[in-house]
Structure formats: structure tokens, C-alpha cells
Nanobody, 115 residues
Framework: QVQLVESGGGLVQPGGSLNLSCVVSGIILSVNAVGWYRQAPGKQRELVANINSDGTTNYADSVKGRFTISRDDTKSPVYLQMVSLKPEDTAVYYC?????????WGQGTQVTVSS
């Protein structure tokens, strides 16, 4: 059974920064590609960024230049560094496998950008 644990969210003013962490544990000891996803109230969950086993990364247009996804290796936590946050970044952020997420999701971590 896979366990996904996200942390690091919080309340921040526009222009502020947050660093999210994701730990994947359980039967699957390493996950080749991982994505950070987010879901805002009333909206569908969307992919924000992903990192592949070779370290290459991809970002949604809305976060390019502001968010950075990283990890040391396929068995280490996955991080999402977020700077220049905007109110529209407000959402619950989740990590999961990419491109095909596991059936179960973690509880996510709430990010609220507001003055």
C-alpha cells in the first residue's frame, strides 16, 4: 500500500513563498516520476509540475518561472518550491505518481495566498 504525505502549506501574502514536501512510502519504495497536483475550490485537480526519473521537469504555464520541483533521487522526498505566490495559487496541493497517479491520494496540504 502506498502512502503519500504532503506538508509545508500555509497562509502567505501575495508575493510570498512556501516550500512543500512530499514523502512516498509503502510497498512501492521508489517512484520514477512524481507530480505535484492542486485542486482549488470548485475546480478540477490539475497537474502543477512533474519530475521524471532522469531529473527532467515540466511545469504548467501558470507556474513557470515561479515554482521549482526537485528531489535528490527516486527514493527521496519530492519538494515544490513556490515563490511570487498569487491568490490564484490558493488550493490543496497533492503529490502522486506521474503520469498515472496511484488510486489513493494523500490528504494534501492547504496553500492559501491572501492579504
Amino acid at each position: 500500500q502506498v502512502q503519500l504525505v504532503e506538508s509545508g502549506g500555509g497562509l502567505v501574502q501575495p508575493g510570498g513563498s512556501l516550500n512543500l514536501s512530499c514523502v512516498v512510502s509503502g510497498i512501492i519504495l521508489s517512484v520514477n516520476a512524481v507530480g505535484w497536483y492542486r485542486q482549488a475550490p470548485g475546480k478540477q485537480r490539475e497537474l502543477v509540475a512533474n519530475i521524471n526519473s532522469d531529473g527532467t521537469t515540466n511545469y504548467a504555464d501558470s507556474v513557470k518561472g515561479r515554482f521549482t520541483i526537485s528531489r535528490d533521487d527516486t527514493k527521496s522526498p519530492v519538494y515544490l518550491q513556490m515563490v511570487s505566490l498569487k491568490p490564484e495559487d490558493t488550493a490543496v496541493y497533492y503529490c502522486n505518481a506521474f503520469p498515472k497517479p496511484f488510486r489513493s491520494w494523500g490528504q494534501g496540504t492547504q496553500v492559501t495566498v491572501s492579504s
